[in-house]
């Protein structure tokens, strides 16, 4: 069963799980409807059709420093493998719309790199000043991992903050701790406009 995480939250994620190497980092998030309740992050339209918002996931691998070193550390729909073959975005999707993970990121935890400490998870909004967009257009979003070798869903957490006018969500990370990996349920939001800006903040 999943543990279920509030913000601030850590929890070992290998610890106790041996040979637990390969995982899924799903994310999720619907665009909020014209004319529906306020969902979970608030935010409504006001009127007319749903514009698609078109969210980014992205991984970023840091060192001990907390720096990126390599723009092949940095996993988006621009670069969808990291340098040592350890990180894999499974594609882009343009509209948030359907059920379940949005986008995917898997990770191999035995291939990453031994100087890669943390790895850390954000969502951007494609576009969003010109599309005038922010996360308060958006609902129900959530980061979840998963054992791809049962299938096992490990850990889930969801997003419950108000993020109007906020453009990027720091959502969570895994990182190294005594030999073992752990995740941190951030859930902050920030407005940096593109992965690009987000980047630059770990150079």
């Known amino acids: 069963m999943a ?3 509030q913000k601030g939250q850590k929890v070992d994620l290998t ?3 041996a040979g637990l190497s390969s995982i899924t980092v799903g994310l999720g998030w619907d665009p909020v409807s ?4 306020k969902g979970i992050l608030g935010g409504l339209f006001g009127g007319g059709s749903t514009p698609n918002i078109d969210c980014d996931a992205s991984a970023i691998l840091l060192d001990k420093n ?3 070193t390599s723009k092949n550390n940095l996993i988006y729909f621009g670069n969808k493998t990291s340098g040592d073959g350890s990180i894999k975005h499974t594609g882009d999707n343009l509209t948030g719309d359907g059920d379940g993970d949005d986008e995917q990121i898997i990770v191999d935890l035995n291939r990453v790199s031994p100087n890669v400490e943390k790895i850390v998870f ?3 909004i494609y576009g969003c000043v010109q599309r005038k967009q922010d996360f308060g ?3 129900n979003a959530f980061i979840r991992l998963v054992d791809n070798s049962n299938g096992q869903e490990l850990i889930h957490f969801n997003l419950t903050d108000n993020y109007a006018g906020l453009t990027s969500l720091f959502v969570g990370e895994i990182y190294r701790h005594n030999g073992e990996w752990k ?3 951030i859930g902050d939001g920030t407005k940096d406009t593109s ?4 980047a630059n903040k770990y150079a």
């Not at 014209?34 to 309740?37: D, L, N, R």
């Open 3 to 5: 543990i279920s995480l």
């Open 15 to 17: 610890k106790g799980r």
């Open 34 to 37: 014209a004319g529906k309740p």
């Open 66 to 68: 907390g720096k990126l």
């Open 122 to 124: 954000v969502v951007n």
């Open 137 to 139: 257009m958006i609902q």
């Open 183 to 185: 995740f941190n349920a």
């Open 195 to 198: 992965i690009s800006e987000i």
